[in-house]
């Protein structure tokens, strides 16, 4: 079963506009962490966000913000007034703590594509 | 924030070339490193967890004879792709963690695309 699902492969919004990218994930941890990562066209992934399974208070950043939701198991990461530079691949990801170490799941990823 | 760099960036060698590709965290120790393949438009896929002075583990159905890991510092960490064929053509991408804590982020290298002939 998949550990993190991003529903969403591809979406194409106008610049300017709102766009939120789904995350829902699966665990039976108490005590665990989600993460959200930016992978431009050339590749490199960059950290944005890491959030305890403690803190469901919602993050914004800039025109960026993080709506989490223990109740249905969702961490939506949502772009206001996209623009051009948004265009990328997000991935969502989840580290729960075990036994032999930690484990570090990713989602298959959303392209966003951010048109002018 | 802490800094993670990989080399080369970019590779394209002929078939039957071994290809070195070096992973080192720059500004903080890495007592694990993470390799991960990814294909175009696909998610990133665990290759292996290397583990400074002991063997990596290997992700089910990884080739430990065709993916030679070392991680011989606390801030090295290298793949040498063995005898490499077209099929291996791929994104490379090596990541860190600060310690091996569930809190912390991995940081990723920037990749390195690999192309073989």
């Known amino acids: 079963a998949q550990k993190v699902t991003q529903a969403q492969t591809e979406i194409s919004v106008v610049e300017k506009e709102d766009v939120t990218l789904d995350c829902v994930y699966e665990t039976r941890d108490t005590t665990y962490y989600l993460f959200w990562y930016k992978q431009p066209p050339s590749g490199e992934l960059v950290f944005l966000i890491r959030?305890?399974?403690?803190?469901?208070q919602n993050e914004i950043s800039g025109r960026y913000s993080w709506n989490f939701q223990k109740s249905t198991s969702s961490f939506n990461f949502t772009i206001t007034a996209s623009q051009v530079v948004d265009s990328a691949v997000y991935f969502c990801?989840?580290?729960?703590?075990?036994?032999?170490?930690?484990?570090?799941?990713f989602g298959t990823g959303t392209s966003l594509t951010v048109i002018p | 924030g802490a800094v993670v760099s990989q080399h080369p960036s970019r590779v394209i060698c002929k078939s039957g070339t071994s290809v070195k590709i070096e992973c080192r965290s720059l500004?903080?120790?890495?007592?694990?490193m993470f390799w991960y393949r990814q294909f175009p438009k696909q998610s990133l896929m665990l290759m292996a967890t290397s583990n400074e002075g002991s063997k990596a583990t290997y992700e089910q159905g990884v080739e430990k004879d065709k993916f030679l890991i070392n991680h011989a510092s606390l801030t090295l960490s290298t793949l040498t792709v063995t005898s490499a064929h077209p099929e291996d053509s791929s994104f490379y991408i090596c990541?860190?963690?600060?310690?091996?804590?569930?809190?912390?982020?991995?940081?990723f290298g920037d990749g390195t695309r690999l192309s073989i002939l």
């Open positions: 500004d903080f120790q890495a007592t694990t």
């Open positions: 990801a989840l580290s729960e703590q075990t036994n032999t170490g930690n484990q570090f799941y």
């Open positions: 990541s860190a963690r600060d310690f091996l804590s569930a809190a912390q982020p991995q940081h």
């Open positions: 959030r305890n399974s403690f803190d469901e």
